[in-house]
C-alpha cells in the first residue's frame, strides 16, 4: 500500500475514533441533569486492518463510569427514596469539558496530518505534469 | 542507469523515505490517546542510507531500486511525555517530526524536479 494512503487512512482513523469521543462527551453533557444517567466512557486500540494493510485506531467498547450517582435532597421529587434523596447521573461537566477539548485537540492534529499527506502526495504527482 | 543518475536514485529514495516516516507518524498521531501505546519513529535516512549503501553495490541498487529500504522502525521518546495510561505520544513532538518528514519530502522532490531541469538543459532542450 502507498506510504500515502497509509498517513491518510491512519488520520481518518484517527478522526473518526476522536469524533467519537466528542459525541459521547456532548452525550454526557446532554444528560447530566437526567436522574440515573452514568457517564459513559471509552477507550481506543492500535490494530492492523489487514483488508486494507494499514495501522489504524479503533474505538473500543463503551463502559459506563462506575463512580457513585450524585444523591440530592429533594422530598417533593416523585423518584425520591424513603430518606427524601434523589440519585442524579454522575457526570462531571468540568471533566466533560476537557476531555471535549483534548478530543478536539486531537482531531485537529489528525486533520493537520491527513493535510500533510495530501500536500505531499500532490507535490509528487506534480512531478509528472512536466 | 548508474553513475551520474546516482542523485536521481539517492532523491528517490530520500522520498520514500520521508514518505513512509510520516506513515508511522501519522500512526502516532492517530493512537495519541491509546493507552498503552508507545510512539514510533523511522530511523534517519542519512543513517539508513550509509548501511545500504556500504552493503549493495551500485549495480545492484541500480536494478533494484528499493533494494535498500529495509528502514528500521524505533521506539522514539520525547522527555516527560509519558501519560499515566502508559501513551508516550506527544503531539507536539510528533507535528515537529511529522513537518520535518514533510520539509525531507519536499527537499527531495525539489532535487529530482531540478536534476530533470538540468539534464534537459544540457541536451538542449531547456524547459
Known amino acids: 500500500m502507498n506510504d500515502f494512503m497509509g498517513s491518510m487512512s491512519a488520520a481518518a482513523s484517527g478522526m473518526n475514533a476522536q469524533g467519537y469521543r466528542l459525541r459521547l462527551v456532548s452525550e454526557n453533557v446532554a444528560n447530566a441533569d437526567t436522574p440515573g444517567y452514568r457517564r459513559k466512557t471509552v477507550g481506543f486500540n492500535a490494530v492492523f486492518d489487514s483488508a486494507a494493510g494499514a495501522n489504524r485506531v479503533e474505538v473500543g ?7 457513585p450517582l450524585e444523591e440530592r435532597y429533594d422530598p417533593a421529587n416523585p423518584l425520591a427514596n424513603e430518606a427524601g434523596y434523589v440519585q442524579m447521573s454522575n457526570v462531571n461537566l468540568v471533566m466533560e469539558m476537557a476531555d471535549g477539548r483534548e478530543a478536539n485537540r486531537s482531531y485537529e492534529a489528525n486533520l493537520a496530518t ?12 506534480d512531478l509528472l505534469k512536466r | 542507469m548508474s553513475g551520474d543518475l546516482n542523485i ?3 532523491a528517490s529514495a530520500m522520498a520514500r523515505h520521508a514518505a513512509h516516516r510520516h506513515e508511522i507518524l501519522a ?10 501505546y508507545r510512539a514510533k519513529d ?6 539508513a542510507y550509509g ?4 552493503s549493495l553495490s551500485v549495480h545492484e541498487l541500480a536494478e533494484q531500486p528499493n533494494a ?28 515537529m517530526r511529522s513537518v520535518e518528514a514533510q520539509g525531507a519530502h519536499d527537499a527531495a522532490t525539489a532535487i529530482y524536479k531540478k536534476t530533470i531541469e538540468i539534464l534537459r538543459l544540457s541536451l538542449g532542450r531547456g524547459n
Open chain 1, 61 to 67: 467498547r463503551v463502559t459506563f463510569d462506575s463512580a
Open chain 1, 114 to 125: 491527513f493535510q500533510q499527506a495530501r500536500h505531499m502526495y500532490s507535490s509528487l504527482l
Open chain 2, 8 to 10: 536521481l536514485s539517492m
Open chain 2, 27 to 36: 500512526q502516532n498521531i492517530a493512537n495519541a490517546d491509546t493507552s498503552g
Open chain 2, 42 to 47: 523511522l530511523e534517519p535516512f542519512a543513517e
Open chain 2, 51 to 54: 548501511r545500504s549503501a556500504s
Open chain 2, 68 to 95: 535498500g529500504d529495509d528502514w528500521r522502525v524505533i521506539v522514539s521518546s520525547a522527555p516527560g511525555s509519558q501519560s499515566p495510561n502508559g501513551n508516550s505520544v506527544s503531539l507536539e513532538d510528533q507535528m
